[in-house]
């Protein structure tokens, strides 16, 4: 499963402090790392995850959750797999 996470890091040391644990931890199997953006003001960023459950991204999640003010998870699809599956829920919707 794809999944966008957003974080936005917690007040005072918590965005050195995530880094710092950030560079030592290692993923388990059946998580990925994708691609991932840190945004420009050092407030958080975003990360684009391929996990194989929801107890992976739970345990990541809980790794980090100190450090962080916000953990948004989002599970998405590729662009052109999304449009192919919305237009055949819509012409689902035009037999009504």
Do not use: C
Not at 7 to 17: D, I, M
Not at 49 to 71: C, G, I, K
């Amino acid at each position: 499963m794809l999944v966008m996470m957003r974080y936005k890091f917690g007040h005072g040391p918590a965005s050195r402090q995530a880094y710092e644990r950030f560079a030592r931890w290692t993923p388990p199997d059946g998580f990925e790392i994708k691609s991932g953006w840190t945004s420009a003001n050092n407030h958080g960023g975003y990360l684009l995850l391929e996990v194989a459950d929801t107890e992976r991204l739970l345990e990541f999640s809980a790794q980090f959750r100190d450090v962080n003010d916000e953990l948004d998870v989002m599970p998405v699809v590729d662009l052109g797999t999304g449009v192919a599956t919305v237009n055949k829920a819509y012409a689902w919707l035009d037999t009504l």
